[in-house]
């Protein structure tokens, strides 16, 4: 089995072979936390989910590394009063941290709710600054980067006189990136425009800063993800992904930083996940097409008629490649709602089928199988392996109607491959399962309210809760263990 990534270094898609055999280091550039993360930021980050289960499943042993955006960084005028964490301190008058904390707890809370199983690894950027100031005083040194006013600035030209590709990765030319840029950013402190911040001097109104060799200040944004990839993965690591967004300038910054610093390609495969729509429009809060993800499972919204289970909506998510753009509406919302229903029913059947080992069907398993790995290792394709799930819904469709037989190990083998493909590599929950959890809980309040009637001697009352839980199809059994329920 061959697995094959689409590589936006390469512009195409290539047979992956990972640095340390059965190992894979993998980084995903993390949220900034100073705001609520937004449903574009969920899809990348339930893209990730999606690739770091399917590695996992496909048996490497996964280092998955996501930072935390924590350290104030540049908006891109660079204007320090546009720093979006002083800003946001400002408008609600905390300490940074507390405004870093607050978003961090919501940030879980939200990839939580989706099912995102946490990374191995989640570094911050302040808790990363001595390793920051060291990568950017290695790069004075060897003459990359150049103090200039109390900032220090990575020095493009110098980059690209080396032989070395400005601009390789988003394939831009450094002529035109020149000639389009006006010098904002710096001020006049920067000997070309295009050269970006690795440490930013801090002025008096700046809350965030740190000693450093150049004065008080902060670290760039470009360099965090340098210092933290480096420290966790290593000085060339095999997967670097992110929203499309980030290709540049940020993932671009880092792929220079990383040969300055080492003469070598930080990374061998950069994964860019494509953008999230609402009624084929883009998101943005400006146009008013906007919605939190919260505001999405819970119905409070002017563009879902109902709300959606956390699990609908990541069955949605998944059934776009992660490289397409993917475009949420009602509709979609509602087919995906039908559809999820019907794979957890198939489920469900499957488990009261009964096998025959005379008879042959004409549903290969093996060819089945065969054709999910290949959707899987075909750059993830989560659409085509969903569309193939299917096929097997429909299969187990027909085993009830007993117009197809399956074998006894057959049948084992079709669960196991299934449940995994469900569960553990598209990450999706059984939303029933959770509703029976419900159920007992409450069944067990109602049963701990009839003893409690028993006891103080009101029979009519613990009566009432027996007969009318019967007339709804439970019936409760007392034994010596306690009360026990049985639903028909
Ligand atoms: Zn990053």
Redesign the pocket.
Known sequence: MQLKIYNSLAGEKEIFKPILEGNVGMYV?GPTVYSNVHLGNVRTFLSFDFIYRSLTHLGYKVRYVR?ITDAGHLTDDGDVNNDRFVKQTRLEKLEPMEIVQKYTVDFHKVLDMFNLLPPNIEPTATGHIVEQIELTQKLIETGFAYESNGSVYFDVLEYNARGLNYGELSKRNIEELFANTRDLDGQGEKKNPQDFALWKKASPAHIMRWNSPWGEGFPGWHLE?TAMSTKYLGETFDIHG?GMD?KFP?HEC?IAQGKACNGASPVNYWMHANMLTMNAQRMSKSTGNYILPMQLVSGENDFFEKSFHPAIVRFCFLQAHYRSVLDISNDAMLASEKGFSRLMEALKILNSITPNDEKQSGFSLDDWKAKCYDALTDDFNSPVLIAHLFEAVKFIFALKDEKETISAQGLEDLKSTLNAFVFDVLGLQNIEENNNEKLDQTLQVLIELRNQARKSKNFDLSDQIRDKLLAEGIELKDGREGTTYSIS
């Open positions: 550039c930072n993800c992110g980030l940020h880092e």
